[in-house]
């Protein structure tokens, strides 16, 4: 019975274990796009990721333009840009799923993959964000999202590397030295 006792202590504290590094793994995260499909973080390995929450009635809107012309540039050097609306700051992105996507493609003509309408603070605050701004999942700092088209850069491995102020435009020189460092 001690025997068995222990292996069960064994199998829970490796199960533990295991589920505890995979809330801290970027690529564990989860997402449905715009249109309401899946989409794996996992599927994000070996690229640069520029995470960034939008909003289509902000003063930092025409960032979508510049935004666009930086995965146009990049998207086939291992670069992906991942836009999440949110309504969080002054209630600047009211519309819906639908309404968003059609927005952004006839204004801007956004390609890069856009997902759905979520929160980035408060109680119901999305995974990603949560993963974003937290210390104890990231690995790297706590931080808080301060406005629309604040940008989160994600490195090949899948570690938080730095954050971009969201008046900070997507052409910067920080973001695109980073970009285009590709030894790092």
């Not at 960034?52 to 840009?81: H, M, R, W």
Request: glycine content about 6%; hydrophobic content about 35%.
């Amino acid at each position: 019975m001690k025997k068995h006792l222990k292996t069960i202590f064994t199998a829970f504290t490796l199960l533990v274990a295991v589920t505890l590094k995979a809330q801290t793994s970027f690529y564990s995260l989860k997402a449905k796009t715009i249109d309401g499909k899946d989409f794996s973080f996992a599927d994000l390995k070996g690229k640069k990721v520029l995470v960034v929450n939008t909003a289509s009635k902000c003063g930092n809107t025409p960032q979508y333009e510049d935004l666009e012309k930086l995965y146009q540039k990049y998207k086939d050097k291992n670069f992906i840009i991942i836009g999440f609306p949110a309504n969080n700051f002054g209630r600047q992105e009211p519309g819906t799923n639908a309404e968003i996507k059609e927005f952004c493609t006839k204004n801007y003509g956004v390609s890069f993959p856009m997902m759905e309408k979520i929160s980035v603070k408060g109680d119901d605050m999305d995974a990603v964000y949560k993963w974003l701004t937290q210390k104890e999942l990231n690995g790297k700092r706590d931080s808080s999202v301060k406005w629309n088209f604040q940008k989160y850069m994600i490195d090949e491995k899948g570690n938080l590397v730095d954050i971009i102020n969201p008046g900070d435009k997507p052409d910067s020189k920080e973001l695109i030295n980073w970009i285009t460092d590709w030894n790092k």
